[in-house]
């Protein structure tokens, strides 16, 4: 019980960060639409976009969710081929717990943006560039959380 609790966490927290990850690589993609808004330059947004800010922040949250589910495929799909049917519901619980995360707001949190943006921000203050390191060190880092826990499962039985 307690290595599946420990491997519920790991898991959740390997998602979340390939969440975020996905979302900065997203946000290095639309660069100057992002920079328009948070400029709050309005004629600029409009100039570089036919989008409204809501559709904006649909999309951005869209990625996360489409990240967050091809994670859990991609977890599950491990699982299911060691026949690990209690590492499923593990990952099954993972994914409940970071999905309730999208509607409190999390990924939109400025302490957590904070958090993730600062590694970035010691390395260069040009935005894309920013987003860009970003999103791929917490990308790998999140891939890489989550190998350990499959690898964890898969020696361990757990």
């Known amino acids: 019980m307690k290595r599946s609790i420990k491997n519920i966490v790991i898991e959740s927290i390997g998602l979340i960060l390939i969440v975020f990850g996905i979302e900065k690589l997203r946000i290095a993609m639309r ?10 330059d309005m004629n600029k947004f409009e100039s570089l976009t036919s989008d409204t800010i809501g559709d904006i922040v649909i ?3 869209l990625w996360g969710l489409w990240a967050l ?5 991609s977890i ?14 593990e990952s099954l619980i993972s994914i409940v717990l970071v ?6 707001g999390f990924f939109r949190s400025g302490i957590a943006n904070s958090i993730i943006n600062f590694v970035g921000g010691i390395i260069t203050e040009n935005f894309k560039i920013k987003s860009i390191i970003n999103g791929i060190l917490w ?7 989550i190998w350990f826990t499959l690898k964890n499962t898969t020696h361990n039985k757990a």
């Open 31 to 40: 660069s100057e639409i992002h920079l328009a808004i948070l400029s709050n």
């Open 59 to 61: 999309d951005y949250t």
């Open 69 to 73: 589910l091809i994670g859990f495929i």
């Open 76 to 89: 599950g799909l491990c699982k299911f081929l060691k026949k690990n049917k209690i590492g499923l519901l």
């Open 99 to 104: 999905f309730c995360l999208f509607p409190l």
């Open 139 to 145: 990308t790998i880092i999140g891939i890489s959380t």
